[in-house]
């Protein structure tokens, strides 16, 4: 999902709508810190607007809701993920496997944007939050391009596509699942060598076709 609103840093846009741009980035930002630490229904408007030093109104006259808040904070923090540009994701096959290992180790190192995936990622499953439909898409769209570069990386036409589905789950459910051992054991939990050794042996399965349901 790509925000859709300006880039701060943008040299085009002028004075007024940079400013603006910069206020919403702090907004950004402090629903980043409130909701990772409260999760969405703990986390107020008036908390967050109060973090950023505005009233809840100001903060509205950005964002018009809480909910509009929410799927920009996500589109937010996965450009924040992705390094703001292309990547070796979008090259697809073994770069884009190896890539997944990356994106391991770059959030290692962000810790505040790891929790608030994961706190909203745990609580998207209830029923009817705001970032249900969100993640669902998100993983729709991740299962896809990685179950394209899991028949590439093996190039075997006799790869049964429901082996190759089920692998490309795997691998997603493993990247997403490693982050709440690391966050509540950050010293003992490698996320970046946990992912790497999950998508070799996955590749593995299923070059040597083990994978298969003999039953």
């Not at 840093?9 to 980035?25: H, I, Q, V």
């Not at 229904?41 to 607007?49: D, E, K, P, T």
């Not at 990685?146 to 990386?153: E, T």
Request: proline residues 5%; aromatic residues 4%.
């Amino acid at each position: 999902m790509a925000s859709t609103y300006p880039d701060p840093t943008d040299p085009t846009l002028g004075p007024r709508a940079r400013r603006s741009a910069l206020r919403r980035r702090e907004i950004l930002e402090s629903a980043a810190r409130t909701i990772g630490r409260r999760g969405y229904a703990g986390a107020s408007l008036a908390a967050i607007a109060q973090d950023v030093g505005i009233s809840a109104p100001s903060l509205l006259h950005h964002f018009r809701n809480k909910e509009s808040l929410l799927t920009e904070l996500i589109a937010y923090r996965d450009e924040i993920s992705r390094g703001g540009g292309p990547t070796s994701f979008d090259e697809g096959g073994q770069a884009l496997l190896d890539h997944l290992g990356d994106t391991a180790e770059l959030n290692a190192c962000d810790r505040g944007l790891t929790q608030l995936y994961a706190v909203l990622l745990g609580e998207s499953i209830t029923e009817g939050h705001p970032a249900q439909e969100s993640f669902r898409a998100r993983f729709e769209g991740l299962r896809a391009p990685v179950r394209d570069a899991l028949l590439s990386a093996v190039a075997d036409p006799s790869l049964d596509e429901q082996d190759v589905l089920e692998a490309a789950a795997a691998i997603v459910a493993v990247m997403d699942g490693i982050q709440y051992q690391f966050l509540l054991a950050p010293e003992s939990v490698d996320m970046a060598a946990v992912t790497r050794r999950a998508v070799r042996a996955i590749l593995a399965d299923l070059r040597d076709g083990s994978g298969r349901d003999s039953g």
